[in-house]
């Protein structure tokens, strides 16, 4: 059974910074999609990057937050800069290959003073 090991939540302040990390040292074939997700409270989960076929952003995060992967270890990263309050949320990894939807278990980031 395939689990995706996420790291990297936490407290900051508005415009400070985190990297967020995703592993998945259980997959052994092609991964065609890497996302990230997030839920804040009250709110649908929202896609928030996405490495597929193509980069995608939200609207809300473009220009602050950035995508990136390590193919070699199957790991998906979330860089985020300038956060702020509203960036607030669990954040979910989402890594997808034929016949395979996997969800990390959600981390933690809070932006507040």
């Known amino acids: 059974q395939v689990q995706l090991m996420e790291s990297g939540g936490g407290l900051v302040q508005p415009g400070g910074s985190l990297r967020l990390s995703c592993a998945a040292p259980g997959i052994f074939t092609r991964i065609y999609f890497m996302g990230w997700y997030r839920q804040a409270p009250g709110k649908q989960r929202e896609l928030v990057a996405a490495?597929?076929?193509?980069?995608n952003y939200a609207d809300s995060v473009k220009g602050r937050f950035t995508i990136s992967r390590d193919n070699a270890k199957n790991t998906v990263y979330l860089q985020m800069n300038s956060l702020k309050p509203e960036d607030t949320a669990v954040y979910y990894c989402n890594i997808r290959i034929t016949g395979g939807n996997y969800w990390g278990q959600g981390t933690q980031v809070t932006v507040s003073s």
């Open positions: 490495s597929g076929a193509s980069t």
